[in-house]
């Protein structure tokens, strides 16, 4: 099995600067549950390869000018210059397609995901390699039995109540997972972290029920 691991918190995993108080104490509870998955698979599969991203370690920089210009043109008709600034891109989106399972790491932040892996996703969307095109229509090309592990982290709790469906992560990860071919996704929702312990418990021992039954469903 190859997983690619892709960490977005700019929280560290354990402690890190108290940036603002917490009742948790300043840990990236997305960092803490991608972790938990990663070794679950491991331990299932011994021959496991592990690619890993930590994007608050070596962010993924915005597209640049030129990289943008190529980035919806087979490559056979890039320059040396477009080629070269889609080196990266080309790099992330062929992980993708080698990845029999991606698990991913998405902090709330301001009811989206990090800008910095909404840079991953510009990057990965790459015309040739990721996504192609039927008569006009774009497909995705990723291997549709690949599986996708989305642990999301939120101070606020979406699932009901008055901020029920506010959040636009999900739609978000679905949309740009389904948009390269991948609809095989699950999410370990870690929510209400804002709301003090009880809420931080609970949600804790949610997400480890849901990481055990996603992993055990996965042959
Ligand atoms: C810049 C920033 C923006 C945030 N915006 C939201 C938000 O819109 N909704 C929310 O529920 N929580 C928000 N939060 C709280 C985080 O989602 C929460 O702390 C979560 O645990 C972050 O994931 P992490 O623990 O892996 O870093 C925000 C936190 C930061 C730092």
């Known amino acids: 099995m190859n997983i690619l691991h892709i960490d977005s918190s700019a929280l560290s995993a ?11 104490g300043n840990y990236s509870m997305s960092r803490r549950y991608t972790k938990k998955v990663v070794e679950l698979l491991k331990a299932k599969n011994s021959d496991a390869t592990v690619v890993y991203h930590d994007l608050e370690v070596n962010p993924i920089p915005y597209l640049s000018h030129v990289a943008t210009t190529g980035l919806f043109m087979p490559a056979n008709m890039h320059s040396p210059e477009q080629a070269k600034a889609l080196e990266l891109s080309t790099k992330l989106a062929n992980e993708i397609l080698e990845a029999n399972a991606i698990v991913i790491g998405v902090p709330t932040h301001n009811f989206m995901v990090p800008a910095v892996l909404k840079s991953w996703v510009d990057h990965s969307v790459r015309f040739g390699i990721t996504v192609g095109d039927n008569n006009g229509i774009p497909v995705g090309l990723a291997n549709p039995k690949t599986k996708v592990i989305a642990c999301v982290a939120s101070g606020g709790d979406y699932s009901q109540g008055p901020l029920k469906g506010f959040s636009l992560v999900e739609d978000f990860i679905e949309r740009f997972f389904g948009n390269i071919g991948i609809t095989d996704i699950s999410f370990v929702n870690l929510q209400g972290l804002a709301n003090g312990q009880d809420a931080v418990k609970d949600a804790m ?3 480890d029920r849901k990481i055990s039954e996603i992993v055990n469903n996965i042959k």
């Open 14 to 24: 354990e402690t890190s600067l108290p940036l603002y108080s917490d009742p948790r």
């Open 205 to 207: 021992e949610a997400a």
